[in-house]
């Protein structure tokens, strides 16, 4: 069985992806936090999210996130996705591809 390679085209695609985005597609629940006054960088944002019966708090700026609760972050949709759904990075591929993102 052969394997279908990540194109350099979709990775960088899935880098650049901003974080909120990637987050309302992957997550089940996602909902913007309009209270949140941003301290560093006025494109912050607070975002709370639920996968399954999982609750994560994130900021994100860009394609950048950071979960507030498990003090851990990354940059980009498989990381994110990989970070959410607790899986490997073919398992995070696939999974956006499904997603159409």
């Not at 999210?49 to 972050?73: I, M, Q, S, Y």
Request: hydrophobic residues 45%; charged residues 25%; glycine residues 6%.
């Amino acid at each position: 069985m052969r394997r279908k390679a990540v194109d350099n085209f979709d990775l960088q695609r899935w880098r650049a992806l901003s974080a909120a985005e990637a987050l309302s597609a992957i997550a089940d629940y996602a909902k913007i936090d309009a209270s949140f006054r941003p301290l560093k960088s006025a494109m912050s944002t607070r975002w709370h999210a639920t996968v399954g019966d999982l609750h994560f708090e994130f900021l994100c700026t860009g394609p950048k996130f950071w979960d507030t609760r498990n003090k851990a972050g990354g940059c980009g949709a498989v990381d994110l996705a990989m970070h959410l759904l607790s899986i490997d990075f073919k398992h995070a591929v696939a999974m956006l591809r499904t997603k159409g993102l």
